[in-house]
C-alpha cells in the first residue's frame, strides 16, 4: 500500500445498529465486483465472534475485522487490516462499516485518513443510513422514541456527519411515509443530500453509486460533540456476542431453528419491556449458512439470508445489541436457546460468550478539516 502509486477508494456505510450497512456493503461489494474491480470489506465491533462477518465471507467476500473496539479507537487496527487484505487481494476499493452505535467518525477515522494517508486512499463522501423504524420517533421527537434521549443523542449525530443520508427499507415504506421522512430531514439537515433506497430490492443504487463516485471535498461535517452524552448513551446498550455449537441426533431444519431462536429473544424480550436495537444470528455448517434478524421489538423477526438446508451439526454466533443489563440480556438469549433448540432436539454447547456495555470511546485521532 505504501510503495504503490495507486491509491485504494474508501467508501464508509453509517448508521445505526440494524440500519442495514452489511446489506447495503454485500450489494454495493456485488455491484463493484460484477464491474471487475478488486473489493476488501473492513467490518467493526466491540467484541469477537461477528455474525457480519461470517455473513459476508460466507456471500464470499474478502473481509478483515476490527474486534474489540470502534474504527475510531483502534484506527491503527483499521489501517493493518486494510494492509493485510491489500496484501491478500489489492483491492480497488475498500467498503468499510463502523459499530452502529458509533458516532463522530468524520474527525476520528475520515479526517485522519485524509490527512495522514492522504496518497494511499481516495475517500469517497461519507454515507449514513436512516433506520426508519427508530428514525421516525426520534426525528418527531415522540416520547419515548428510540431508546433514551441519549441513545436518540448518538443517532442524530450521525445524520449530522453524513455527506448523505440514506433513507433505507423503501421497499417498506408507503409514499406517505418516505415523505414524512424526507420533510423530517428537511427540517433537521437541509443541507444534506439525501436519496430513499432499498439494500433489499436494490432500489436507488444505481444513484447511490454514481453519489459514491463524486471526487470531491466530502467529509467536513466535524460534530460538536458531548462525549460525556455519547459514552452514556452508548453505555445504555447491553452487549452480547455468543458463539455456540449445535449438535442433533437427526438432521433439523436450520432456518426454522434460526427464525425461532430470534422469535423467542423478540417475545421475550418485548414481554420484559427491553428494546432490541438488533439481533442477529447465523448459522454456518460445510458452505451453507443462514442468517435471521430482529431490527426492533415492533416488528416481526426475519430470515434475511435463508439456508434452505437440513444439518445435524452447525456453528452458531448469536449477536445482541438491547437497551437492558447485558447479564439479563445473556438471560433472555440462552433460554431462548435452550427453548428452541429442545423443541427441534437440538444440542447447543456454548463455546464463549462476550456481554458487556461498550467503553467510552477514546479516539486515537481526532482532527478538524485543513
Ligand atoms: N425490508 C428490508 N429489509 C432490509 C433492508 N435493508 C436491510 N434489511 C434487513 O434489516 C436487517 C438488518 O440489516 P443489516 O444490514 O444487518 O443492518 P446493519 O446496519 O449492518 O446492522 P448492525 O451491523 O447490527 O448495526 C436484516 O434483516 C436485513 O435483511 C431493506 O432495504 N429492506
Ligand atoms: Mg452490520
Known amino acids: 500500500m505504501s510503495t504503490s502509486e495507486r491509491t485504494i477508494r474508501f467508501i464508509m456505510i453509517g448508521g445505526f445498529l440494524g440500519a ?39 456471500q464470499g467476500f474478502e473481509v478483515g475485522e476490527v474486534a474489540g473496539a470502534c474504527f475510531c479507537c483502534r484506527f491503527q487496527d483499521l489501517i493493518s487490516t486494510i494492509q493485510g487484505l491489500d496484501a491478500a487481494k489489492a483491492p480497488d476499493i475498500i467498503l468499510a462499516e463502523p459499530v452502529g452505535s458509533c458516532t463522530d467518525l468524520v474527525a476520528t477515522v475520515l479526517q485522519p485518513l485524509k490527512q495522514l494517508y492522504n496518497a494511499q486512499f481516495s475517500i469517497a463522501p461519507y454515507t449514513v443510513i436512516l433506520k426508519p423504524s427508530q428514525g421516525r420517533r426520534i426525528l418527531r421527537n415522540e416520547p419515548g422514541g428510540g431508546f433514551s434521549p441519549k441513545a436518540a443523542y448518538i443517532f442524530e449525530k450521525q445524520l449530522e456527519e453524513a455527506d448523505l443520508i440514506l433513507i433505507n427499507r423503501v421497499d417498506e415504506l408507503t409514499p406517505a411515509e418516505v415523505r414524512e421522512l424526507q420533510g423530517l430531514l428537511d427540517e433537521r439537515h437541509p443541507q444534506t443530500p439525501r436519496l430513499a433506497i432499498s439494500a433489499k430490492t436494490g432500489a436507488g443504487f444505481e444513484e447511490l453509486v454514481e453519489f459514491l463516485d463524486q471526487q470531491g471535498d466530502f467529509c467536513r461535517r466535524v460534530l460538536d460533540i458531548d462525549y460525556d452524552v455519547y459514552a452514556e448513551g452508548e453505555a445504555e446498550l447491553g452487549w452480547l456476542n455468543s458463539s455456540v455449537r449445535l449438535h442433533a441426533e437427526q438432521p433439523f431444519d436450520l432456518d426454522t431453528l434460526l427464525l ?64 437492558c443489563d447485558p447479564l439479563i440480556l445473556a438471560d433472555h438469549v440462552r433460554a431462548a436457546l435452550v427453548e428452541v433448540c429442545a423443541a427441534q432436539g437440538v444440542t447447543a454447547t456454548e463455546q464463549q460468550t462476550q456481554k458487556f456495555r461498550p467503553g467510552r470511546p477514546v479516539p486515537t485521532h481526532r482532527l478538524q478539516p485543513v
Not at 438488533?278 to 434475511?304: D, P
Open 260 to 323: 425461532g431462536i430470534v422469535s423467542k429473544m423478540r417475545q421475550s424480550l418485548t414481554d420484559a419491556g427491553y428494546e432490541a436495537a438488533h439481533l442477529k444470528t447465523i448459522g454456518l455448517w460445510e458452505g451453507f449458512f443462514g442468517v435471521a434478524n430482529l431490527v426492533s421489538t415492533t416488528v416481526s423477526a426475519e430470515l434475511s439470508l435463508p439456508s434452505r438446508c437440513r444439518v445435524s451439526d452447525c456453528d452458531l454466533v448469536v449477536n445482541a445489541r438491547v437497551a
Open 20 to 58: 442495514g450497512k452489511t446489506t447495503t456493503l454485500a450489494r454495493l461489494a456485488r455491484h463493484y465486483t460484477d464491474r471487475g474491480l478488486s473489493v476488501g470489506i473492513v467490518t467493526n465491533d466491540q467484541a469477537a465472534d461477528l455474525v457480519d462477518t461470517n455473513s459476508l465471507r460466507a
